[in-house]
């Protein structure tokens, strides 16, 4: 059998809108907001450059209907640069550019081959020896198992199958085109390219089953390095998967200990070489980071009152280092005071007394009850996306519908700026 060698990616997402942005760093939120279209240069750059036989797309090219016709128009440019370098495109399109999810189209140059919506079908490389079999959605909300409708191998072809699937739920990732992991080797292909699970994964080896992951990371919940694979065949089996680092902009969560700071200074300092180590991490591309400030720390309430000035340390300090660009996201809290809930019961001042409230609140079932059920209407209320990609602790728990937690985060910042309001007095 024939030696070849193709690049397995997915989720593209090209212009997908990039999450947690602010306009407050506006030349590195420029480049996040561009960073879906240079990662796909970057792999069309990496196909030319090794001479890949062809490249296969498991899913989700588009994030959506295009905003207008420059989406498209950039991917057929990068398809055209493939075609002049003789290498053939084929792909399944899935949830996000599903058949009834996208109203405008351009045609696609030649080299690109678009697997059906209406079926599964097989595509033949007879040069080569391969055969491809996939099948497009033709709806978002693909709930039908697909895997029993894909065509059987060709015999004495190396056989890929191109699927955009949950397998399970996997991930947390919605469960379309939901199938089992046995199915995926009883089918008898010798490689599964798989899309839409944003994790990079070889699931089994025995044929190879394996997730991509997304090309580019594009919010705070897709953190660390992205890729797609090169896949290199050798006498008609697998000898070896290599990932492909196309990303141009990294996120990552970083934890910051303050419980020795005794100032904002301090604060600052700590934050300053977190970024910096995320910083070496990134490995020269941009980061985005997002700050989480732990510890037990009498700067407690300072830190709960100031959170606009702590997220613009964090961008001066993240300014100041020069080099490599940083965007600093967000800075979560999760320290502590100093002083418990059962000393600040104790006081006999508006802090005693506000604590006292909120323990009563605690306890009373029916003020829980009140709180529940108005939380629950505006919780419901919510478009579907913040509903489940809500990651603020408040707004989470509001939706979760975790009332304790709600008059616990709530508590705790009404004591803070309390506190901290009467330290400036």
Known sequence: MSSFRFIHTADIHLDSPMRGLSDDVPGVAEQLRLATREALTALVDAAIERAVDFVVIAGDVYDGDWRDYQTG???????????????????????????????????????????????????????????????????????????????????????IGLLHTGLGG??????????????????????????????????????????????????????????????????????????IHCDVARWQHAEVDVSNANDFNDVTAAMREAIETGVEAADGRLLAIRLRLTGTTAL??????????????????????????????????????????????????ALGELQRLLDDARNDADIREMIEKDVRKLAERLPHEIRTDADDALLRAAIDGDTAALIDGAGDYLLSRLAADEDAS
């Open 73 to 159: 128009v950039f991917f057929v440019r990068q398809m055209h640069r493939l075609n002049s370098a003789a290498i053939p495109v084929y792909l399944i399109h899935g949830n996000h550019d599903a058949q009834n999810q996208m109203t405008r189209s351009l045609s696609l140059p030649d080299n690109v081959h678009v697997f059906s919506h209406e079926h599964a079908e097989t595509r033949a490389i007879d040069e080569l020896g391969v055969a491809l079999h996939g099948m497009s959605y033709a709806r978002q909300k693909t709930t039908d198992n697909l895997v029993p409708g894909y065509p059987a191998p060709t015999p004495g072809a190396f056989n």
């Open 170 to 243: 996997l991930g947390g990732h919605e469960n379309y085109a939901p199938c089992g992991l046995d199915e995926l080797t009883a089918k008898g292909y010798d490689y599964w390219a798989l899309g839409h699970v944003h994790g990079a994964e070889v699931l089994a080896q025995h044929p190879y089953v394996v997730f991509s992951g997304n090309l580019q990371g594009r919010s705070i919940r897709e953190t660390g390095a992205k890729s797609a694979y090169e896949v290199i065949v050798e006498d008609g089996r697998v000898a070896e998967l290599r990932a």
């Open 300 to 349: 407690h309430d300072r830190l709960v009152a100031a959170p606009e000035q702590l997220l613009a340390e964090a961008r001066a300090a993240a300014a100041g280092l020069g080099g490599t660009p940083v965007y600093v996201e967000k800075v979560r809290l999760a320290t502590a005071p100093a002083l418990d809930a059962a000393t600040r019961r104790a006081r006999q001042d």
